[in-house]
């Protein structure tokens, strides 16, 4: 980060010298091994690289983001610690809008691979399917302050995640992930997402309840047949779809 010192006016120098101090500091804590701490940071830090609006601030939010992720592959063991940390970058990224395409690009499909390598295959299709939110609401530079909304990507990740929850063995575990997934589907095509259709919906629909009677009785199958039930009632008072009896 020292080059990017020597920027044009003393206004940039001040903050680049600040965010460098930032930079050097969160330094130490990766040394110290504060390793969630710092992740975060470095998070925070990128978002507000990605707010100052100097000429040299996407090279240093890239960097942020980049020892982030660094920190995610190299220090990150623990399942559930892996799924929230993909999770805080995923959203931290969605959240951008200054990357070039050529920075923002790569970053997409880095985190779209980091999800699909989580250990658990639940942990893969909920990241994976956080991934569409980029694909849909994110930004960057070429696109002016408005959102991608690459329908075919969306579409693209929501059945990748729907692959994902196919692998997954406990049948209960299975049909929570489609419920979730079937709340995702329609959070895309309440909002225009002109791949995602109701013929989609309808199938996902059809998977559930044929899978449904399957799982054993207990306060899990109670709690996800109830988020089905108020998942169809909103479908049928938002969509006008019928689902039969």
Known sequence: MEAVVSTQSTGEKKVCKILQY?????????KAEYWDLALRLFL??????????IQTAESIA??????AFAIYEEEVSDSKAQLVAISLI????????????????PLRSQCTRASSK????????????LCAHIFWSGKNRESEGSAMQDTKR???TLKKSVRI???????SVQVQLFVELLNKYIYFLDRGCTDVTQAMIS?????????????EPGEGTNQIMQHFNSTLAYIKSKHDMSFGA
Request: charged share 25%.
């Open 118 to 129: 989580l250990l658990k295959k639940p942990d893969q299709c909920r990241a994976v399917s």
């Open 203 to 215: 199938q996902l629909v059809g998977k559930i309840r044929d899978d449904m009677p399957g799982l």
């Open 154 to 156: 969306v579409l693209d």
């Open 44 to 53: 925070q830090a990128a978002l507000i690289c990605d707010l100052v609006g």
């Open 165 to 171: 929850s196919n692998q997954c063995m406990e049948p």
């Open 22 to 30: 930032i930079n050097s500091l969160l330094a130490a804590l990766v």
């Open 90 to 105: 995923i959203a931290t990224f969605e959240r951008t809008i200054n990357f070039s395409e050529e920075n923002h690009e």
């Open 62 to 67: 890239y960097e942020f983001v980049s020892r």
